[in-house]
């Protein structure tokens, strides 16, 4: 499939954010631009893609470029919000032009709810995919040997179905809330990442079943999107540009100011 382009600055997006987000946690996307092969979401059968049984499915990035830096949220309940200018572009029909994602052209809230993101250590994760040699991993500020081959998390359902309802455009496809936890793990190389995303602990919709409504589009549907293949493979190419951001939510902040304030009292206590 032929590439596109995006043109966007990230610059620009750092630039634009405000106070609002003093207290929040970035994912930033710079540039970031590849091929994609999405499979073993279902069964390819004679007629449509099939569900499978074990609730996983495997995203495979090539010809990677850009970079990706992920400041890890403690547990919370959190608003996500997409930075004014922030897109998600995906070709998958092989005809140039996206066919999901979405552009932001004002900062928009995107996903709300518990957010969790368990089975890693690190509170900083930066990739920066620069050309084969020179790819390199920073967890915490510490670089990390490529093959890198023991990333693990675990995400709160209801942050995974923000992050990747807004990076893929499948947000129409889950009509169903969810909650749980998704677990994915990733191997990095020099230029792709192989990811491993494991729902057997999702509770109501699931991405699994929104790819396979995906792959069995028929040419004429509601959505206007290109026939899917029925062959249990969605591939194509990528691009990303902006920032999501994790803001506490109000209740959460109100708390944290009344600890503060708490705290300062004691003190003034104390030194009285």
């Known amino acids: 499939m032929k590439k596109f382009a995006v043109a966007a600055t990230v610059a620009a997006l750092a630039t634009a954010s405000s106070a609002s987000f003093a207290a ?8 970031l631009t590849g091929d994609f092969v999405i ?30 830096t992920i400041q890890v949220p403690p547990a919370g309940n959190y608003n996500i919000y997409a930075l004014a200018g922030t897109s998600s572009l995906i ?14 052209p004002t900062t928009t809230k995107v996903g709300s709810g518990n957010v969790a993101v368990t089975n890693t250590s ?6 920066d995919f620069n050309g084969v040699g ?34 893929l455009g499948l947000g129409s496809f889950l009509v169903n809330p969810v909650s749980g936890t998704v677990d994915v793990s990733y191997k990095l190389f ?18 699994e079943d929104a790819l396979l409504a995906l792959d069995n589009l028929p040419a004429v549907n509601p959505f ?14 990528f691009a990303a540009n902006g920032v999501l951001f994790t803001v506490p939510e ?12 708490g705290l300062a009292a004691a003190r003034r206590r104390k030194a009285a």
């Not at 708390?255 to 503060?260: A, F, K, T």
């Open 91 to 104: 070709d998958y029909d092989g005809i140039v032009g996206p066919d999901l994602g979405a552009v932001y």
């Open 39 to 68: 499979s073993d979401f279902g069964t390819n059968t004679a007629g449509p893609t099939a569900p499978d049984a074990d609730k996983q499915f495997k995203v495979t990035l090539t010809n990677v470029d850009g970079k990706v």
């Open 224 to 237: 206007s999107l290109p026939a899917g293949n029925r062959n249990a493979i969605i591939d194509g190419t």
């Open 122 to 127: 690190s509170s900083l994760v930066e990739f």
């Open 134 to 167: 020179t790819t390199s991993l920073k967890l915490d500020g510490v670089l990390q040997s490529i093959p890198y081959t023991t990333g693990a998390i675990t995400i709160s359902g209801a942050g995974a179905t923000s992050l990747f309802g807004t990076l």
């Open 250 to 261: 109000p209740a959460t902040l109100g708390m944290l100011g009344l600890g503060l304030a």
């Open 190 to 207: 020099q230029d792709s990442i192989e990811i491993l995303i494991d729902e057997t602990n999702l509770v109501g919709g699931s991405f």
């Open 24 to 31: 929040s946690y970035a994912t930033t996307f710079a540039g």
